[in-house]
């Protein structure tokens, strides 16, 4: 049976299709179209032929397909004529890397009339088939001198002959072929020459697709760092990766580094870590390229967000425990890194686990092992105590205080013997040893410490404060060790404090035994490093002189005494000093000092009227203070307690109206000194009944809690105190609205809500003279009772 | 920020060897001429000043750069004193590497 013959084409619809084809990039289809049109007509479609193949060939080395290209272009080359192939020859001989053919293929294109404007490629590929100086020299002119310039400055900047890479490049002009790789050898020579800012400026020159662009973004990463990569494509930053690499010479990292960023960038960060994992080099302790990616994922995941990183966390700690690792870097790298974790609130295994694993897989020399163990133990202590203050909040039985604190003796005792000249761990231990210890063990603990550590001052400061701060303090023998601390570092605050502290103390101690030679050695003890102090009366050299000038004046030379004090008072600028000059002075003080009646009552009894007795009242009413609160700590509100204590009696016609409107701004910040402020207060709206300032700070003072209606009432007082022109009050009723403000505290506002009770019977107060009370002044009106509301939205913790 | 390598110092340096890296760093870079280097000099020696601050830094140090593996290799390299040159021979086969890309 006979096939159904095929309806041949027609030649024109032949040459219609082969055209279409060959316009859509058919280019296989148009080929075969055309060697049949070829056969009907060759001259006419020859050139087309060729076209189609050629188009065919570019269509091949784009789809990687070399080896078939390659028997296309044979193909080609039996029709068609040589001078149309070297472009094509050209492309497919660099990417199959045919160096010999390149170079040929270059030259022809050269030769060709239109082969300047091929200048660029013929320039690359000349670079890349770095032909010999024989072959160079067979180059026409110019390619030949050219060639040779560029080749030698090549060959200059690989062995950092910089300048002479200059010098040879100065002929090639902008015009030559050789243009941008001029540019691109000027760019490298600043870059080794660490002129970063001259080698980006020269290498954004380049053209952009040229070969010379592509190797200058190599140094993108080593001149910009991560700006390179902004706004750079996906395929741009492979480039940056590649180029980078092998700059590095860490080809290895190429494929992998690629996969972990993707994962990286799609949010699968462990899945990342895998990836990289399979590098050898990865991770690493050291340092290198493989440090710095191991310090990414170890130390990075700390930036992440807290859902990222407890799963990234998570995940880390299942391949140290579970999955076999890849070595001891890896180990050690997920040890620390949980240990990390887990000191920073990671709800993991315990940190002890984590530096225990550390410990077995560490190898490294530098840091010691011992040393950093000692640091872990150290941290994990500190992580304990840190629980302990929260345990100590929430009330827990002293049972699990006490072991907690046994446990971290334990952890001290570890970071001690790993590392014995661990300071910190040795401060640490001693002062727990404080809370679990008898304190015979504890002072052998600090003698021994003293003498291991004889330069600390650290040490010194901790044992002194230990015997200050002891049930049965030992003054002396605190002061010797804080001397110790001041000698090693004469400018420390609380050892300053603390040594004067001490030293007053024991010399009261020994000027009360009749020791005077010792007491006195006590204060030329603090004399040595104490100095006249603008700051607080309290550190200053005045005190320490107030307070001999007492114990001598009571005990030593009376005369010495009163010399003492007088030089202390005229010098000191402190208001409670400054206070007792002017009140306590001016009105009472006891011309007879009848030892029956208590100081108190002789002061009111009788007013100081000269220095010398102002003088000695301080220093009597800072004895009595002192002898009220022997066992008190550091006595630095001395200043504000014996003031506020002992006038606050006397304060009652004390004062002019003059002295009352000084004082009371002053008083009514300090809380110590309140109940005195409201006594001046009183005084004051007796000396000046119609005075707004002083009603409003008596209203002020006196009410117990502050609540809004407070608000209005200052508010009214404000306008009084505006319309009268009295900026004294008005500046002060500022400040206690202020105050109301900022201060409202939880009692505050617990006050607006709780359940309305009795208020308690008002205390008489002891009257301050013998002499009849003068009329009441006017007294603000209490405010009414309001229902309780709402919490005020302004509470300000502090 | 590896501040052994913004200092130029090896891990193992001893405090006198790192004093003098940051004073000869910070004489290079003075902070009215170059501040931003002058400040990461600053930063990294406070890093590692000390013996203490070195353990400290080996054991708890939770910073790095870059937000992703590649920005750490680049922050890397920016860190990097420059390379030396490539050989005429290593050169001739990275820019034959840079043709395939």
């Known amino acids: 049976m006979q096939k159904p013959q095929q309806p041949t084409t027609a030649p024109q619809e032949k040459e219609r299709i082969a055209a279409k084809e060959l316009a859509a990039g058919h280019f296989r289809k148009a080929r075969d179209l055309y060697k049949e049109l070829c056969k009907i007509d060759r001259p006419r479609f020859l050139g087309l032929l060729v076209e189609a193949n050629q188009g065919l060939v570019s269509q091949m080395i784009q789809k990687g397909q070399y080896s078939e290209a390659v028997q296309v272009r044979n193909y080609l080359k039996t029709i068609a004529p040589a001078g149309a192939l070297f472009g094509m020859d050209l492309d497919l001989a660099l990417k199959i890397q045919d160096w010999p053919e390149a170079l040929r293929a270059a030259l022809g294109l050269w030769s060709l009339p239109a082969g300047a404007k091929n200048g660029g490629r013929i320039a690359d590929a000349i670079v890349l088939c770095c032909p010999t100086e024989e072959e160079m020299a067979s180059f026409p002119a110019p390619l030949a001198q050219e060639a040779a310039l560029i080749f030698g400055a090549l060959q200059d900047a690989g062995e950092s002959r910089f300048d002479a890479v200059a010098l040879k490049l100065r002929p090639l002009g902008a015009s030559s072929i050789f243009a941008s790789w001029k540019t691109f050898l000027k760019g490298m020579a600043a870059f080794h020459s660490d002129q970063m800012g001259k080698a980006q400026t020269l290498f954004k020159m380049l053209p952009e697709e040229s070969l010379a662009a592509r190797a200058a973004r190599a140094y993108a990463f080593f001149i910009a760092g991560e700006e390179a990569l902004e706004g750079a494509s996906a395929s741009a930053q492979t480039q940056l990766l590649h180029g980078g690499l092998r700059l590095l010479g860490q080809t290895t990292y190429e494929a992998a580094l690629g996969r972990a960023q993707e994962c990286w960038k799609a949010g699968k960060l462990s899945d990342s870590y895998r990836e990289l994992r399979a590098v050898a080099a990865f991770p690493s302790l050291d340092g290198g390229l493989a440090g710095a990616l191991s310090d990414f994922y170890f130390k990075g995941c700390f930036s992440l967000g807290w859902a990222s990183r407890e799963l990234f966390i998570r995940h880390m700690e299942d391949l140290l425990l579970s999955a076999p690792v890849k070595g001891d870097q890896e180990a050690c790298s997920l040890a620390r890194m949980l240990l990390t974790a887990s000191l920073s609130g990671y709800n993991g295994s315990h940190p002890r686990f984590f530096l225990e694993k550390f410990e077995k897989h560490y190898k490294g020399t530098t840091p010691a092992l011992g040393e950093l163990l000692s640091l872990g133990y150290y941290r994990i202590t500190q992580c304990l105590m840190g629980d302990e203050e929260l345990y100590r909040k929430d009330e827990v039985e002293d049972i699990h205080l006490e072991q907690l604190r046994e446990h971290a003796m334990e952890l001290l005792e570890k970071s001690i013997e790993t590392n014995p000249g661990h300071l910190a761990a040795h401060l640490a231990h001693a002062s727990l040893s404080r809370s679990l210890f008898d304190r015979r063990r504890q002072v052998h603990l600090l003698d021994a410490l003293c003498k291991r550590f004889p330069k600390e001052k650290a040490v010194f400061l901790l044992a002194g404060t230990v015997h200050l701060e002891a049930d049965r303090p030992d003054y002396a023998l605190a002061a010797s060790y804080l001397d110790t601390a001041l000698g090693l570092d004469p400018f420390d605050t609380e050892a300053l404090q603390k040594q004067a502290h001490a030293r007053v103390q024991a010399a009261v101690k020994a000027y009360t035994a009749g020791q005077l030679a010792e007491g006195r050695l006590h204060f030329g003890m603090i004399a040595l490093h104490h100095s006249r102090q603008g700051g607080s009366f309290a550190l200053s050299e005045e005190y320490t002189q107030v307070r001999q000038g007492v114990l001598e004046t009571l005990f030593g030379d009376p005369k010495q005494g009163r010399t003492l004090l007088e030089q202390g008072f005229c010098n000191s600028g402190s208001v409670p000093a400054l206070l007792l000059f002017q009140h306590a002075c001016q009105v009472l003080w006891a011309k007879k000092q009848d030892p029956k009646k208590p100081l108190l009552k002789r002061l009111q009894e009788q007013p100081p009227q000269s220095a010398a007795e102002r003088a000695s009242l301080l220093a009597m009413l800072l004895h009595v203070r002192e002898w009220g609160s022997a066992s008190q700590r550091a006595a630095w509100t001395a200043e504000h307690e014996a003031v506020g204590k002992c006038l606050l009696p006397l304060a009652g016609d004390a004062f002019s109206e003059t002295e009352c409107a000084t004082l009371l701004p002053q008083l009514a910040e300090v809380f110590l000194l309140l109940p005195l402020a409201k006594a001046i207060a009183k005084t004051g709206v007796k000396r000046a009944p119609g005075r707004v300032f002083f009603q409003a700070a008596h209203y002020t003072l006196t009410t117990k809690h502050h609540r809004e209606s407070q608000r209005a009432k200052l508010e009214i007082y404000r306008e009084s105190s505006l319309s009268d022109g009295d900026k004294e009050a008005l500046k002060f009723i500022t400040s206690q609205l202020e105050r109301l403000t900022k201060f409202y505290t939880f009692d505050d506002a617990w006050e607006e809500v709780k359940p309305a009770r009795r208020s308690p019977a008002k205390k008489k107060k002891p009257s301050c003279a013998k002499a009849k009370k003068p009329a009441s002044p006017e007294k603000p009106k209490k405010p009414e009772k309001q229902a309780p509301g709402p919490f005020p939205i302004q509470i300000e913790l502090f | ?101």
């Open chain 2, 1 to 101: 920020m590896n501040p052994y390598l913004t200092l130029g110092v090896p891990p193992a340096a001893e405090d006198a060897q790192i004093r003098q890296a940051y004073l000869q760093g910070i004489r290079a870079h003075p902070p009215e001429g170059d501040p931003v280097r002058f400040q990461a000099l600053t930063d990294a020696y406070q890093k590692v000043a000390t013996r203490e601050a070195r353990l400290e830094h080996f054991l708890f140090d939770k910073s790095s750069e870059g937000n992703t593996p590649l920005g750490a290799l680049a922050a890397y390299c920016k860190q990097l004193p420059s390379p030396p040159p490539l050989k005429p021979d290593a050169l001739k086969t990275f820019l034959r590497e840079c043709s395939k890309t």
